[in-house]
Antibody, heavy 113, light 112 residues
Framework: QVPPKQWGAGLLKPSETLSLTCAVY????????WSWIRQPPGKGLQWIGE???????NYNPSLKSRVTILVDTSKKQFSLRLTSVTAADTAVYYC???????WGQGTLVTVSS | QSVLTQPPSLSGAPGQRVTISCTGS?????????VDWYQQLPGTAPKLLIY???NRPSGVPDRFSGSKSGTSASLAITGLQVEDEADYHC????????????FGGGTKLTVL
């Protein structure tokens, strides 16, 4: 199995928008929910949200006002947008299918002026 | 502040047995939602260790076992090995405003 591959900008200034994309290879895309999870340095995991192939998202209530997760089923990709970032959003961001070891490699996103 | 509570750290000697607890409430584990456990080695993405409270994916040694009772779950590791030194995270679901998918704060296991 090929793990998901994720990419996006790693350094942002406060108030900018975080944007990451995750591509799924060689794995069934439909029929599952695909999640974004983040891990601040030295801390635990926090679920950001998820989306299925039909485009139905669920979001963490604490981030809902700033998060958008979209899906492109034709490309087997899904994306994360987080607006108005602050230093508190500095973390390693993962895309994943929960309940499996099918996780992306992680992207360190640092928010600093 | 994580919805599920884990001890921040634990330690054990090689060959020993350790248990990591994951305490929730009536809106998550106590509501009947399953618990999964992940192992995270330094600098890597989490790897699924236990799913559905007590099931091991293919390739996970039977030294690892999971259980659930009431509003809590546990991960037991027997015959502790040096390579088990890692962070361990529990994960479940929640039907309150706390969120939908919830994680524990993670437990750093040190093998002395």
């Amino acid at each position: 199995q090929v793990p998901p591959k994720q990419w996006g900008a790693g350094l942002l200034k406060p108030s900018e928008t975080l944007s990451l994309t995750c591509a799924v290879y060689g794995e069934s895309f439909s029929g599952y929910y695909w999640s974004w999870i983040r891990q601040p340095p030295g801390k635990g995991l926090q679920w950001i949200g998820e989306i299925n192939h039909s485009g139905s998202p669920n979001y963490n209530p604490s981030l809902k006002s700033r998060v958008t997760i979209l899906v492109d089923t034709s490309k087997k990709q899904f994306s994360l947008r987080l607006t108005s970032v602050t230093a508190a959003d500095t973390a390693v961001y993962y895309c994943a299918r929960l309940g499996t070891s099918f996780w992306g490699q992680g992207t360190l996103v640092t928010v600093s002026s | 502040q994580s919805v599920l509570t884990q001890p921040p750290s634990l330690s054990g000697a090689p060959g020993q047995r350790v248990t990591i607890s994951c305490t929730g409430s009536s809106s998550n584990i106590g509501a009947g939602y399953d618990v999964d456990w992940y192992q995270q080695l330094p600098g890597t993405a989490p790897k699924l260790l236990i799913y559905g409270n007590s099931n091991r994916p293919s390739g996970v040694p039977d030294r690892f076992s999971g259980s659930k009772s009431g509003t809590s779950a546990s991960l037991a590791i027997t015959g502790l090995q040096v390579e088990d030194e890692a962070d361990y995270h529990c994960q479940s679901y929640d039907n309150s405003l706390s969120g939908y998918v919830v994680f524990g704060g993670g437990t750093k296991l040190t093998v002395l």
